[in-house]
């Protein structure tokens, strides 16, 4: 753990991710404590400019919202819905790529054409179709984000995967009459376990960027606040107030920059073995 | 000798033919379960839900699909007609979805190869730079930028975009396909589209040519160390001779293969491009269909830009054949 921490340490972004991550869920977290009563709520008289008084740091919408609150509840969702729907792509991936893996041959076949399949699908175009028929919210953004980013999972998982069974102390495990579950799940899994949270930290934040898009388009939750639809409602009065675009813009790219930076400062740590060679 | 390649390409395409059709066919299912999967009637659903319905184009509808019929018959009605080119009727639009999708196709197309060009040129010639500076100052700006664009989201970027060359530099036109009404023709149009058509190219290229140019970057550094580019060294090769010819070229055989990876990501961007810059593509027809309910249009839009990206796979895999020897061998 100690020897984790020290090689983590040693890439600077990856503190500057952690640092700038820990300021945004903090934000989040505290939104009901820093902006009491409800986002949506009209506050003051429509386009306030921002940096004009303390009240209104950031400036008001179209219709008088506090950007500042809206920032800060659009935290929340857009944390969420790329925390679970990356889980539920890891629910997806990983049982797919370690049945893949463990027992090759047909069933591998089987579950790689369905993987390709998605791949090949774009997956921005699905993620839109699923959202548009089952109605938007924060279930149907959740689950149509897990199931077009999966395949990554699942490919990975399988490469593990075929190459820890060929060891000898999987081979020990099958002649001591474990059961397959048990050795895919004890055996197997938690040793590929290192790659899996590289991966996961690189897709909450493209998870991430899919939710903004999709309520950009106005196919976010219409109860929650979110970044992306922030900026789609400003989208059209952008020559009268750029603020309305600039601020919830700046929040996504700072919150996908930290998490990619922990996430190649993870990988720099965890996988030593594959990290980018320093010149 | 000629003869057996031939055939063994030959053969290469047509299973990637076969592969394709596969795919598509499944798409096919993949619509038709989604329609049936919604909430409320498949006819319903099909029309658009927001009141501009009547009750005969209803029925028109559930005898069009054979609403009655076991689903196994509707699928493959379903797919009988996709087959005759015909994806439905757009109620909102008073045109069949196919011809709509075909008005529209040739600028998206403009769009997505556009984009495709300029993050595969830029993002290279970066990487190629960076790699080459490596540690400098130089090596250091093009990664920190790369990794800001990385984390951009694309439609954002193209709105920052008209924010600052169109409202405050006011250099180039914030959104349609050509001045309307300007009567221009030949050279004259053609350089009116192009200056309409670099902001959202560039927008549309902008994560992926973050993506190139760090690709190329890692791909060049490493194809550096291996012992051929060593062995070209002490021949006394100058270090520009090198870095084209011998490392360049071998560090480009990871880039094909991302370049399929893009296809998917260009089609699904141009939806957010389009409907930024106003730009008449089938991406802008997604999101009209989006506002319209208009369900008919939207799985006519996934299943084109599906096919888009099915047929520029074929493309790159044919071409990363002709680059890569080792594969034309096999």
Redesign the interface.
Known sequence: MKDFWHRFRANKGGIVGLVLLAAIVAVALLAPMLFPGNPWKMVARPFVPPFEGMKFPLGTDTVGRNVAAGLAYGGRVSLLVGLVSTLAALLIGIPVGALAGYFGGRIDDLLMRVTE?F????????A???V????PSVVSITLAIGIVSWPPVARLVRGEVMSLRQREYIEAAILQGLSTPAIILRQILPNAVSPIIVMASLMV?SAI?LE??LS????GDPNLMSW?YM??AA?TV??QA?WL??FP?VA???T??AL??IGESLNDALNPRLS??R? | MRGTTFMKIATRIAARLAKAAV?LL??LV?NFL??H???GDPAV?MAGEAGATDDVFLAQLREKFGLDQPLYMQLGKYVWDVLHLDLGFSYRQQMPVFDLLMDRLPATLLLTGSAFAVSLILGVAAGVLAASR??KWSDTLISTVA??F???????AA??G??LFS?VLGWLPPFGYETVGSGFTGMRRALDIAQHLALPALSLGLFFMAVYSRMTR?SM??VA?LDFVKTARAKGLSRGVIERRHILRNALLPIVTLAGLQ???L???A??TE??FAWPGIGRL??EA??Q?D?NV??G??FV??AM??VF?LITDLIYGIVDPRIRAQ
């Open positions: 399949f791949q090949t699908v774009p997956s921005f175009a699905l839109i179709v699923i548009a028929i089952f109605q934040a960027l903004s898009s950009f388009l106005g196919l992306g900026i789609g989208r952008i020559r750029w675009s600039l813009g996504i790219v700072l996908v920059l990619n930076l980018r060679r010149s | 795919v499944a798409i993949l989604l329609i999967a919604a909430p659903v490596v540690g990794l800001l990385y984390a951009t989201p694309l439609f954002w709105l920052m008209v924010l409202v890692a550094l490493e160390q296809a998917g990501q089609v699904g961007g939806v957010l409907t930024v997604m999101f989006l506002t309910r369900y939207l799985l839009v996934f830009s599906a990206v099915i796979n």
